[in-house]
């Protein structure tokens, strides 16, 4: 890009971290044209908001050009399709880590390092057995990754969460996190969690608006949460994993369980 831009961002999250959420959210902002996983499936699209969707429900041809327009020349595709503003004031989409790790990735990864008006925002999820739970359940028990309002959240039963499993992957997270930290420490950089997300008045969300550079508002989402918040009640073995993880620390993963 030739000509310097102050309003365009990349969310970037561990899954299960709040992220469709944190898109839903913002694109309840006037101002904001919020995309979701934009290049996470090869061969289609998804994730478009705005007039491109409209457009896509309205024309199936115009998805299929959408698709082979991305896959032939995702760069192109990034700054023509996805950071067209639609008449806002800001745009932006989400990559998440699982993506940004893998090879077919390299490019449009080494392109937003590049681009240093993209402004970052990591979004993390501050208790990771809850993290892990969640994607655990949406994985291996119920295959469901979101709910909006009106749709039934899936009943389960409670399952077992192997220890050494729990461990690896909370290891695994946070070496990811301060892999991307570090990867995109010359930009604009914006951190909030899924607690903060989700605490009474939101205030770091309000500070997030301000870091994307358009106006302070309430926000709105139909997403529902749809683990429960008791991890006794869903978690069969807690008192294993609890023990487990008692002198190291992670043990305030379980502080008021």
């Given at each position: ?153 899936p009943e389960m039963q409670p399952v077992v969460l192997d220890p050494h499993e729990c461990q690896k992957d909370f290891a695994t997270v946070l070496a990811r996190e301060k892999e991307f930290a570090q990867l995109f420490a010359e930009h604009p950089s914006f951190s909030v969690s899924y607690e903060q997300m989700i605490a009474p008045g939101a205030e770091k969300i ?52």
């Amino acid at each position: 890009m030739s000509l310097y831009r102050d309003n365009i961002y990349v969310i970037t999250c561990p899954a299960r971290t709040g992220s469709t959420m944190l898109v839903h959210l913002l694109r309840s902002h006037p101002e904001i044209c919020s995309h979701d996983e934009v290049f996470s499936s090869p061969g289609t699209i998804g994730g478009m908001t705005g007039t491109y969707l409209i457009k896509c429900r309205a024309e199936p041809d115009f998805v299929n050009y959408l698709s082979a327009e991305k896959d032939r020349d995702p760069i192109k595709f990034l700054y023509k399709i996805v950071l067209d503003l639609q008449g806002k004031k800001a745009v932006g989409f989400k990559l998440k880590h699982d993506e940004l790790v893998l090879p077919g990735y390299r490019g449009l990864r080494e392109e937003i390092v590049n681009d240093r008006d993209f402004r970052i925002i990591h979004l993390r999820r501050e208790n990771l057995l809850r993290r892990y739970l969640s994607h655990y359940v949406a994985n291996r028990v119920t295959g469901v990754t979101l709910v909006v309002r009106g749709q039934t959240i899936p009943e389960m039963q409670p399952v077992v969460l192997d220890p050494h499993e729990c461990q690896k992957d909370f290891a695994t997270v946070l070496a990811r996190e301060k892999e991307f930290a570090q990867l995109f420490a010359e930009h604009p950089s914006f951190s909030v969690s899924y607690e903060q997300m989700i605490a009474p008045g939101a205030e770091k969300i309000q500070s997030l608006l301000d870091f994307i550079g358009v106006s302070r508002r309430e926000l709105t989402t139909t997403t529902r949460k749809l683990g429960g918040n008791d991890l006794r009640q869903v978690i069969a073995n807690f008192e294993e994993l609890r023990d487990y993880f008692a002198d190291g620390p992670f043990s305030k993963f379980f502080e008021n369980a």
